[in-house]
């Protein structure tokens, strides 16, 4: 077929019936809108190509079910994929604009919290990349993750109303609107259990078409909003009181209206609930009427679709597809479990016990009362199962149960996930022995080849061409631009590491975006850094877990040595704080109100001679990330061993030349095994002394007492030295490590930490031997794409195949 879409773009054409502005007026958000509209329509074309050829083949699909897609900004990517490139750029230059800064004015889609949504999206660039027949399906929020300001050096929420404008990306699906119902009760009819709702919405389809690089290959992240039934705006309109049925209206479409943020502890909030059975609802229906239209029958369906379940959110599907197979469309339970049990397949994110998610049974009976009926039928037939395999052991079934029945009764998710699907995987090679170990160990008892591992990885699309064109541009003059397509190419990188021009070149690189970083914080919060100095990055959601509070004890420590030794040659050093805390998780908050107050001391002491800065760049997102992640030199993963399930910055640091100063944790390991252990600083406990340590009466106040520079630091923080103006200000903070039981063994890894910080500043003195280790980061980084993941899910899970 030819393509009749010319490649140039026509701005001014595009500006005056498009946008509806005359081109000499055209600001640079209107020129965003203009430069949007040819990949707009490019995309349109592939689409309907891509689905026309699914069809024709009648190709099994996968459909990954998600809460989160952070996508970020589409425009830079989608005119990368289609080579639109440098045709953009010129047509932008005749308007007196970069081509950059009007990319600048699109609205990041922060449709997702952190690490789990950014995931999602690096995974539909993947999917569409490889040609896999593949749908995301998701909540088009009105207001996506809170944008994060900071007045007086505490965080504050502010609504993030990223449709206001309007979007060029989506393409609403006037025709496809599914009902959802909820509420009511259940009656039998003809010995048939019959739903009897109380409420419905409506649910509508909006698409974003997702290019694949390298293909004309197109993916679909169908987003699904809420709105009221068209009966419910008649009856308002008859009755003539327009107030009122706003009112309803909103009841109704107050379901898509807001992303609820990752809490420390997930609260039950009814809600969210609906949130998830509305997406799961609206997605299984258009599932099966798809199958139903290409297919004719529901006998070949576990053939043709896959269902991925992204982390427990949407794990209602089990029962709501069991709902349609056996209530709507006649099949028999085990026929319906059999194709159910073959067609989903769930990735856990997350061991923490109080993270994981629980349902009142009460809420589910009253929301969705032939659902609670499932659930209980499918825990029936579980711990019969289980029963006959371990007749007695009642204690192995109440673990099992998909009730909780301390307390509250609650119906724990992860275990309809588990029962549900086929497969089960955790997301680095750790954190999926960890889940048959702990969390899932009585389920790996029962079903042991349930359970796998696929480690995480992220787009080198989006972030190495894309974040980083400095240094996509020497790997182009060095080794071919293959690498975008194929990341195991870097290895090619090995070699060069020994070549001084190769070193210089890259140095550069790292210089000049260390540089764009420095711009971005002086615009942003008015402060000049020193690009000669060390960036040192830590940037990620804040949870305790995570430890921002270790390396915050660090710059402390590191900050009083330096006052008692000035004149020692110290290492200049930039330390880098970003990302959001939930907005009900006050000891989080505390931490980045601590930030702000130690770097606001820091700062302003002329002692230092500038040689140690802290800096908190507000708002962390996707598009903030692409500007950090290649300024940096140190990459901080450093959370407690056994409690990240993977970490994906720490990929993209990596990737992007940044050294890893981290515990043994997550996919740490792996980029350790890959890089070479000589080329990170690794420290600390590892997984099974934090386990001991649990086991054997930690005592943080010991540490305290026998450690008098971890006591120094402590106390200056407890004591008031950066909050003189209300010297209790962390009181709180410190009280959790030393009355609180160091819950995530701060000071158990503390000497250990400054000791590796030892290590960083002694190499980064070795200019050259920096350089060394940072290319071969780079060059170690090829099994860390999202292209390898989804290759391991499509063949090991799904059974996808990619077309032609
Ligand atoms: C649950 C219930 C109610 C409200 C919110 C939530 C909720 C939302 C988001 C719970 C958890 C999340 C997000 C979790 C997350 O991002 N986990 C991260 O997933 C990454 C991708 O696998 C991993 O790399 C990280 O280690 C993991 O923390």
Redesign the pocket.
Known sequence: MNDRTSNDLDLDHELLTNVGVAPSEATPADLMRAVAQTPRQQLAERWVETQAAERAKGARRVYYLS??FLIGRTLGNALAALELRPHAASAVHAHAHRLEDVEGEEADAAL????????AACFLDSMATLGLPSFGYGIRYEYGMFAQDIVAGRQVEQPDPWLADGTPWEFPRAGISVPVNFGGWVEEVDGKPVWRHAGQVCAKAYDMVIPGHGTRKVSTLRLWKAAAPAHIDLHAFNSGDYARAAEVKNEFENISWVL????ST??G?EL?LRQEYFFVAASVADILSRHLAEHGSLASLADKVAIHLN?T?PAISVAELMRLLTDEHGMAWADAWAQATRIFSY?N??LMPE?L?TWPVALIQQVLPRHLQIILRINHELLSEAGRLRPGDDGFLRRLSLIDETGERRVRMAHLSVVGSHKVNG??AL?SQLLVKTIFADFAALWPDRFTNVT?GVTPRRWLAQANPGLAALLDSTLGDGWRLDLDRLRELRPHAEDPAFREAFMAVKRANKERLAAYVKRELGLALDPGSLFDVQVK?FHEYKRQLLNLLHVVGRYQAMLADPHVDWVPRTVIFAGKAASSYHLAKQIIHLIHDVGAVINADHRLKGRLKVVFVPNYGVSVAETIMPGADLSEQISTAGT?????GNMKLALNGALTIGTED??NIEIRDQVGADNMFIFGHRAHEIAALNQGGYQPLRIYQNHPRVAAVLDSISGGRFSPGEPDRYRGVVDALLGGGDHYKLLADYDDYVAAHGRVDALYRERDEWARRAIANVAGMGPFSSDRTIREYATQIWRVRSLE
């Open positions: 809460m989160e997702g919290n952190g690490g789990l949504g950014r995931l609820y943020p990752n809490d997930p609260a909030r969210r982390d959110h990735t994110h997350t993270a998610e997301v680095s954190h995480n959601r990240e399930a993977s970490g994906t997550g996919a």
